[in-house]
């Protein structure tokens, strides 16, 4: 359906070099894992739903307004040559300057305090010194921990003039959010929000890569439940006050993918590219609450966050 040029970046993406990890002041409070460098359950999903009180949805609201502003902030430095690392650098910088801990930061030993993940990979890419290049897309996932509470979004941006095939891919992949978060409601089973991405998926024919899910958030940053975003039938269904994400990636090639040796950056196997969109979300009496769109947001989307990549950075 997509020809290779556009399929497939130009070459296959290589490690760069990390700079030291950076400091978080010590007068900022941190999660637990930020010292112990561990999490509960298997890559910190702990298996207890968490439902908000009228301080926890207004922590969370605080929590994940920071993250949106993080991650506009980023979005605004993508351009040719600007590294991950510089990135990675903002988004430290102007969360700590806001009293906030960047989640990701020494989360299970990771060692930066953003995702980055480019072309091919798929996830949990490493800020490094690599230069963005024209044509690139940079996914760019930031966390905030504020007041006791986590708040995670992240967006996929151009760098410079993208292939059709890869507009195509973050319009699709953008389209497949929004049309999962729309269904979101008190009672709805989680398995419509797989039902729904999925097809979309299959109409554009893309790929959902499936063992990667989102999650349900709040003071721990990754809880009960695993939001699938492929075709299931699991049991659960949305309560009032209780907070997730959804966050799908697509990839114009085949779903398979592997782990580089660093333990953290997946790319796809066939290395075609990927893209993903995420919001945090909250249930409400009127259905969800998306507590990661921008002030002045409009809809189940991100209006802000998602039109920036649109439009060709550089």
Known sequence: MYPAAGRYPAERLQPGALSPQRQVPPHIPRPAYAVSGSAPGQLGLSKQPEVHDEQGQAAMRAASQLATRALQLAGGLVQPGVTT????????????????YPSPLSY????????????EVVCHGIPDNRPLREGDVVNIDVTAYLNGHHGDT?????????????VELVAVTQQALDAAIQLCGPDVP??????????????????????????????VFHAAPAVLHHRNWR??????????TIEPILTLGGRKHRTWADGWTVV???GSLTAQFEHTLLVTQQG??????????????????QQQPAAASG
């Open 235 to 244: 049991p659960g269904s949305m309560a009032l006050g209780q907070s997730f």
């Open 268 to 270: 796809t196997a066939d």
């Open 154 to 166: 992240n967006a996929t941006f151009f760098v410079g003039q993208p292939s059709a095939a890869a």
């Open 288 to 305: 969800v609450e998306v507590l990661t769109v921008p002030p002045g947001g409009q809809g189940a989307g991100c209006p802000e966050a």
């Open 190 to 219: 989680f398995r419509a929000i797989g039902h729904a991405i999925h097809s979309i998926a299959d109409a554009a024919g893309m790929s959902v890569i499936r063992e990667f899910v989102g999650h349900g958030i709040g003071k």
């Open 85 to 100: 690392d510089q990135l990675d650098a903002a988004v430290h910088d102007f969360l700590t300057a806001n009293g906030a």
């Open 108 to 119: 299970h030993g990771f060692p930066k305090s953003i995702c980055t993940s480019v072309n």
